[in-house]
């Protein structure tokens, strides 16, 4: 747990705005005190929740794609540290772990180029550096009996997250993906596209179902693995529900959870999914934001819901004048998994 950068009880205060008469969850949710362990706090604390952030952008650079995503984590945890505790949710279930330290690898990525090979392969190696941390950090929180809120960062990390539950629960997991992408591409070397291909590849990942894949971003190529893989990867698309009406979206859901619930599973949120939002994969057309919070509440109450992870949200391809709407989107999905999965 060495590579956390903890997240203090001075850090909250910072970014709570106080207001008499209110109570906001940055004066509630728990964080580690200095000089104590963390994995003995872990153990102990009657949080139910510990959130976790991984504020890079490696993968999604190794993936061809439009850095920005690194800053979603400090967008978020401002806009969660001032939500009203209440009756619908209280901020003492969530203990903030803190953020994986990247400071360094951010640094060395800075100047590498993608479209050189030798570059690329340098950036996968620094993915599979992270998903090593990633995977490690998750154990710990899920062996202490916890649930793993995960604020990305790329979709590289749903290896880390999958990797981490599987090796804590003794057994592969399943996984349900609320994303334009199925981010099963070849293994070609890590990035952002490939993290449930080399989960299920390496045995962490036993089901694993895309929701609302979108039909003009999925290679022939994917279609015809995920074809042979029918018992194991099954997916619906965005374009088959919202666009031509031939399934419906609660029935879609249920069938999806009917496919996956036999295990535990992690619930993985990609934000590129939604339209207008900022991400490496920006958007005009996808699922509302409703839609996507009903989803996460959907899935959240059922009892082998095992993680949250959400991702690719990228405030610093946003607007600059609004770039905390990513952060608000975020809270209201992480309230949402927390008041459906009590
Ligand atoms: N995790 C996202 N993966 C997508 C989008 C790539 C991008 O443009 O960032 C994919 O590989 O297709």
Known sequence: ME???????????????????????????????????????????????????????????????????????????????????????????????????????????????????????????????????????????????????????????????IKGTALAKGKPINAINFDAHSDFRILEGRHSGNGFSYAYEEGFLKKYFIFGLHENYTSKNVLDIIKKLENRVRYTTYDSISIRGEKDFRQEMQAALEFIDDNHFGIEIDLDSLPNIACSAMTTSGFSVEQLRQFISFFAKNKNAAYLHICEGAPDLGEELNNHLIGKLIGYLVTDFIKANQ
């Open 3 to 161: 590579k956390i950068i903890p997240f203090t009880s001075h850090d909250l205060a910072k970014i709570t705005n106080h207001r008499s008469g209110e109570i906001k969850f940055g004066e509630k949710m728990i964080t580690i005190p200095k000089q104590n362990d963390t994995l003995e706090f872990l153990k102990k604390s009657e949080a139910k929740y510990v959130l976790f952030g991984i504020p890079e952008d490696i993968g999604i650079r190794a993936n061809y794609g439009r850095p920005g995503a690194a800053s979603a984590w400090e967008s978020a945890i401002k806009s969660i540290a001032n939500i009203q505790h209440n009756k619908f949710c209280k901020g003492n279930q969530i203990l903030v772990l803190g953020t994986l330290d990247v400071k360094q690898l951010m640094k060395d990525v800075a100047s590498l180029d993608f479209n050189d090979i030798d570059d690329r392969s340098k950036l996968s190696q620094l993915v599979q550096k992270i998903d090593k941390d990633v995977s490690h950090i998750i154990f710990n929180i899920v062996c202490s009996g916890k649930i793993p809120i995960v604020i990305g960062g790329g979709h590289n990390n749903s290896y880390g997250n």
